[in-house]
């Protein structure tokens, strides 16, 4: 057993799709005034539960101990970004919406986070167990 | 991957431009009385035009669209044109810059345009700051992983 576990590993991939989330948000702020631009959004959090098996389907795949599990694989979850059909289109064409970009910023930096906290409790765990429980 | 260099250049590009956008507003309310410019005539009042560029480097991965810095886009003044609206015309026959019937070309600038251009200039400029400080936290923050 390796001492990166999968909720390492799932924590990880939060923290990269996190900060690319948050460039997102940002060329979407940036952009809050430039004609013609549709802001922009990226989903991965249902990518992400499929990649762990959260909800069990892909275990009847796996019947004995020395097959090769399917899920697990959170470093090669891949994004989806595509244009954010919920915009309202002003005069000059441009969906992006200021608050809820600015909304979004701020709850995607929470989760980071709160995404990095529970890294640093595994590693302080960790770090407790190397060093002899002193 | 996209990275935390990557939303710091977005945001600073959103500034960027913003100040640009400020720069041309306070030229307009500076020149609200000119009459004479090197191109003749009276001030034209200015506009920045804003463009989405795409922040990606990689060619192959731009090419294939698969390249997810495809669908990030700074932001970049590309022109900076000039009002096409007509001079506002006033008689003062005393006036050096009068024509033969003795009326003066003053610049069409509407100074309640140019404040509202200016205060929605400075907060898209802080909606870019907090932005690029929200940035900096998170990737400060990463650098205190297992301390």
Partial sequence: MSIFDKTTNALQTTLGMRQMKHTVTSANIANAETPGYHAQKMDFEDALARSLDLDGLRKQSVTNDAHITVGGHSARVRPDIYENPEGEVSNDGNTVDLEKEMSNLSE???MYKAALNLINKKMAALK?????GR | MADFLSGLRISSSGMTAQRQRLNAISSNIANINTTKTPEGGAYRRKDVVFEAMPDARNFGEVLTGTDPRAK?????VTDIVS????????????HPDAN????????NINLMEEMTNMIQASRSY??????????KDMALSALEIGR
């Fill in chain 1, 108 to 110: 995607n930096a929470i």
């Fill in chain 1, 128 to 132: 407790y167990a190397a060093s002899d």
């Fill in chain 2, 72 to 76: 990030m886009n700074r932001v970049q």
């Fill in chain 2, 83 to 94: 009002d096409t609206r007509a001079p506002l015309v006033k008689y003062e026959p005393g």
């Fill in chain 2, 100 to 107: 033969p019937d003795g009326y003066v070309a003053y610049p």
């Fill in chain 2, 126 to 135: 802080e909606a870019n700051v907090s932005a690029m400080q929200a940035s």
